[in-house]
């Protein structure tokens, strides 16, 4: 099996996938992508539309055998089933819904709102060559948005809203266990590549949750999220952001 993984910084969605396909030891070609200068569009596969329609905004892209995929928990389910070592997804059936349950929730809720905030702390690098490029017209508007530095004060807070109660839906579950679904899964990867660059961003959802900052220290400590990181070509690869899901219009 051939593996191509089109990846950013080792931040949100781009650590997820590194960081689930360290765990299911599987080999793939390695390319790096500037995901906050637009570089995903210069894909070949970039107007293919899985790829161009994929909901995450700048992601990740895997191409395996020729095929390719986007959107970071769907990619990293799928190395999950083709990888080894310990699943990723419980083999309960209750317990892998309530898995997928818990990444829809950080997909429509928690990444659209660190997407935003980080975007606002860190804004990534917009030219007319990269709006020409991208097909997407829903992606393309908020690329312009954000070269036009229109950040709603109204989305600004209610981001920080989700980010803090995605902290206390943390700290809530974790009562009695050190992973979020048991054992070390997709769902703790997933949270977590939202997560870690929002602590210095919304430092107030933070400290009295003290369940939650300990699990953002295993998660971190962690064998595939370290060798991920380790790749980082910042010095602080959570303070790279680019265009992240569209932020849910009911809330």
């Given at each position: ?25 599987l080999r793939a070609d390695l390319r790096y992508l500037d995901l ?6 210069t894909l070949d596969c970039a107007h293919e539309p899985l790829v ?200």
């Amino acid at each position: 099996m051939s593996l191509t993984l089109y990846h950013g910084e080792p931040n949100g969605p781009s650590l997820t996938v590194l960081a689930a396909l360290f765990a299911k030891q599987l080999r793939a070609d390695l390319r790096y992508l500037d995901l906050a200068r637009g570089e995903r569009h210069t894909l070949d596969c970039a107007h293919e539309p899985l790829v161009a329609m994929s909901i995450e905004g700048e992601g990740p892209v895997l191409v395996a055998d020729g095929e390719a995929m986007s959107d970071s928990v769907f990619i990293a389910c799928y190395l999950d089933d083709v990888g080894q070592g310990a699943a990723l997804r419980p083999a309960v059936p209750y317990d892998r819904w309530e898995t997928m349950k818990w990444c829809r929730q950080m997909i429509e809720r928690t990444a659209p709102a660190a997407a935003y905030l980080g975007c606002h702390a860190h804004p990534p690098q917009v030219d007319a060559a990269l709006l020409a490029r991208i097909g997407s017209m829903d992606l393309r508007a908020r690329w312009e948005e954000i070269a036009a530095g229109q950040f709603s004060a109204e989305k600004l807070e209610d981001s920080r809203t989700k980010i803090a109660q995605a902290a206390e839906r943390i700290e809530t579950r974790l009562a009695g266990r050190e992973w979020l679904m048991g054992a070390y899964s997709i769902a703790d990867l997933e949270s977590y590549a939202w997560l870690a660059g929002m602590v210095p961003l919304v430092p107030e959802a933070f400290p009295e949750r003290t369940r939650t900052r300990d699990w953002l220290s295993r998660v971190q400590a962690s064998a595939p999220v370290a060798k991920a990181l380790s790749l980082a070509r910042t010095a602080d690869p959570a303070a790279v952001w680019s265009v992240g899901p569209e932020i849910n219009r009911w809330g």
